[in-house]
């Protein structure tokens, strides 16, 4: 491949992780293989940010990754020296060099954007090498682009390869790549024009993509999309079956408006071509597909009972300061993306309200039913309800369902700690990896923070580390955006400000101790 515009090492991908892959598993009637002791192998495992927190998380699992990248596996293998791990070997390897023979099985395997930009022989290889090294209830999980989507997007990417044909620098590819888009986005019009509008729409969302990934996506030499019902076929010739989708509610047809849920029920005679319709409406450019042994038997029918041996997180907040939880009246709950969830029944805002308190967490129907049970007066069981609205919500990507909970506290202990793996990722750049497995970007003043939570420092130690590192001018603190030179007041506001810091950091599921 062409050396990529900046030297682009990997990170964590939450999706990919077997918490997550057992827990949609479980949801269709398989027996997933228990995380806490599996093995697990990534083809295309870059530098080994993906693999390596869940070899620190999971010490009794082994983690095997594969990549062709020599500088890329040079610096996965040194982060497991640094570390210590003995239950991780990264391997500078082609796929297509793999020998099953010298590999043991594995209970899951993850190709994270490799299937759509390498040829088909390798393509071939990873579904094979699914086949061949899965254990018999084990989940392989492959992303790759797809049509339709990608017929416009690569309408796109033809017109850039054009543009920077005889260009050979990355990093000039990139940039001439940008200005043609910005062109395009200027100059056609979009009035009366549905050419104009779907170019219009496409650069908008490419305009916003990191080098990395648009180099990766538009000019690199392979990108070869397909059609989701062309993967299972390729996947079926290997003896393997459609498990599910990484993101569970894109499969569920109760999403779409009545009249559209029933033509898609009357046309659509099996799961893989309901899926296929789907894309069809949405256009859909990707997708993260679990895929499984062709002999295991699949439920397709996930009912509440299916949950209750789950763990949920859900990211809300009370849009009202303090929410009315006792009377009938409607409280909305916020997510991220700015969707709500309204309720008015006071065990459904009780629940809300127990996750939004509960996140980062993710806690069992136990634990939410206590949680409901110290806001609302009732002896009823309560299990049912809550479990109905969880699957509800489930469905609809509103709540994360997870195989089991995440060893971290939310409340900030004396000698605070966060784990060996932030404190190493923390001395080294902007962004460490929380216990949910997601990338937390930190500023300088974190970083410094987070490297001394060992569990040996009490708040004064943290508040003399940072002070000296005031007086050696080694952090510069910042009150509304402008830089305090008063070395003395900036230690007043660090002094001031450890305990939100330390919250913030519980918060985003940093701490453990
Ligand atoms: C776009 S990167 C994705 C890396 C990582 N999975 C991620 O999502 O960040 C593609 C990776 O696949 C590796 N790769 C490409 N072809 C390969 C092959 N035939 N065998 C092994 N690795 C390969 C590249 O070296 C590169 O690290």
Redesign the pocket.
């Known amino acids: 491949?062409d050396t990529e515009p900046t030297t682009?090492l990997?990170?964590p991908?939450p999706q990919t992780h077997p918490n997550r892959l057992a827990a949609i598993a479980t949801l269709f009637g398989m027996q997933a293989p228990d995380v806490k002791r599996c093995r697990v192998l990534?083809?295309?495992?870059?530098d080994g940010?993906?693999l390596v927190p869940m070899a620190v998380q999971y010490p009794k699992s082994e983690f095997v990754g594969?990549?062709?990248?020599e500088h890329?596996t040079a610096e996965g293998k040194k982060t497991i020296r640094e570390l210590k791990l003995k239950n991780i070997k990264i391997e500078c390897?082609?796929?297509?060099d793999i020998n099953p023979k010298n590999l043991e099985k594995f209970d899951y395997i993850?190709?994270?954007?490799?299937y759509s930009?390498?040829?088909a022989e390798?393509c071939q290889k990873i579904l094979q090498i699914c086949r061949e090294q899965l254990t018999p209830n084990g989940v392989a999980y492959v992303?790759y682009n797809t049509y339709p989507g990608w017929h416009m997007r690569g309408m796109l990417r033809d017109m850039m390869q054009f543009h920077v044909r005889q260009l050979k620098d990355p990093k000039q590819k990139v940039q001439q790549a940008h200005a043609l888009i910005n062109f395009l986005a200027t100059s056609v019009p979009t009035e009366n024009s549905p050419y104009g509008m779907l170019l219009k729409n496409e650069l908008a969302q490419m305009q916003r993509w990191p080098d990395y990934y648009f180099y990766?996506d538009s000019l690199e030499k392979t990108n070869e999309p397909v059609y989701f019902h062309q993967f299972i076929e390729a996947a079926m010739q290997e003896g393997m079956q459609y498990l599910g989708e990484a993101d569970l509610a894109s499969m569920v047809v109760q999403n779409f408006p009545q009249p559209i849920k029933e033509t898609l029920q009357k046309i659509a005679p099996n799961i893989v071509a309901m899926e296929q319709y789907m894309d069809f409406l949405r256009n859909r450019t990707y997708r993260q597909t679990l895929i499984c042994h062709q002999e295991i038997k699949l439920s397709r029918n996930i009912s509440s009972e299916n949950l209750q041996a789950f763990y949920f997180a859900a990211p809300l907040k009370a849009v009202a300061e303090k929410p009315e939880i006792t009377s009938d009246k409607v409280e909305e709950f916020q997510l991220p993306n700015g969707a709500k969830i309204s309720a008015n029944n006071p065990i459904a805002k009780a629940m809300w309200q127990h996750l939004a308190t509960s996140w980062p967490q993710a806690v069992d129907i136990k634990n939410i039913i206590t949680g409901v049970k110290s806001q609302i007066d009732t002896k009823d069981d309560i299990q049912q309800p809550l479990t109905e609205l969880l699957l509800q919500a489930f469905m609809k990507g509103a709540v994360q369902c997870y195989a089991h909970p995440f060893e971290m506290t939310m409340q900030v202990s004396k000698c605070p700690s966060t784990t060996p793996l932030a404190r190493y990722e923390a001395q080294k750049r902007a962004w460490v990896t929380n216990q949910k497995h997601e990338p937390i970007n930190i500023d300088k003043l974190n970083q410094n923070i987070l490297t001394q939570l060992d569990g040996k420092h009490d708040k004064k130690d943290l508040q003399k580390i940072l002070s000296s590192m005031v007086d050696k001018n080694e952090i510069t603190i910042a009150e509304k955006g402008v830089a305090v030179t008063d070395k003395e007041a900036a230690k007043n506001i660090l002094t001031q400000q450890l305990d939100t810091m330390l919250t913030q950091l519980a918060k985003a599921g940093l701490l453990v101790g």
């Open positions: 491949m682009v990997g990170q991908f990534e083809l295309g495992c870059s940010a993906n594969v990549d062709l990248s890329k390897q082609n796929i297509l993850i190709v994270h954007n490799i930009w390498v040829p390798v992303s990766h």
